[in-house]
């Protein structure tokens, strides 16, 4: 019945932008909407976006969800989407506040930076900001593999790394170690090229 209704309301969004049906949308997923932020929250304060600023942005992120989600499909729930919808905003604000801060472009600093995130799973580097960054593009990778590899690999809490048989074990359905190798790799170079790419955006 609550899926029913909150089509009902999407419906009312779409034709007339309907504000009270916003409002009513709020109520009921406001939970979820400030569960999914709380994830993102600590590194956006960071850069004085506080969660007043948040709280100003979900009446028109939740109209923007409405407006854009598909009716017609029924294998997605409008709380499923609408929660993807914040994430990617969080996201895409942390990458917009780290347009203008990095790193210096040498590739042998850009390693080192990752080495130094990937080896301390609480945080307590120098340039924490840009291992938040680091890791929300890690977050953004769309195979799954990807975040529990690097998981089980650097921040297992375990005093030794687990092996990549190890890993590829947990994994579902499992892997073989010269897989998380492989994606491993690939992952580095991805975060490699992105940072690089990020940096010399920042110096045209």
Known sequence: MEISNDKILIKEI???????????LRNRHIGLVLSVYSKYSNILNQFNFTNEDFNKEIDYLIFDSARKFDLRRKNIKFSTWLGE????????????????????????????????????????????????????????????RVMKIFTLRYFSGI????????????????????????????????????????????KI
């Open 14 to 24: 779409k034709r007339y932008k309907c504000s009270p049906c916003i409002s009513e």
């Open 85 to 144: 919808n914040i994430r990617f905003f969080c996201l895409n604000k942390i990458t917009e506040f780290n347009k203008n801060k990095y790193v210096n472009s040498d590739p042998d600093n850009i390693t080192k930076l990752i080495d130094e995130c990937l080896s301390h799973a609480d945080n307590s580097v120098e340039n924490k900001e840009d291992c938040d960054y680091l890791f929300s593009l890690l977050e953004q990778i769309k195979d799954p």
């Open 159 to 202: 005093k030794n790394k687990m092996t990549w048989k190890e890993i590829g074990a947990l994994i579902v359905p499992p892997i073989t170690n010269q897989t998380c190798i492989n994606i491993h790799k690939k992952t580095i170079k991805f975060l490699k090229e992105k940072l690089s790419s990020k940096i010399s955006q920042d």
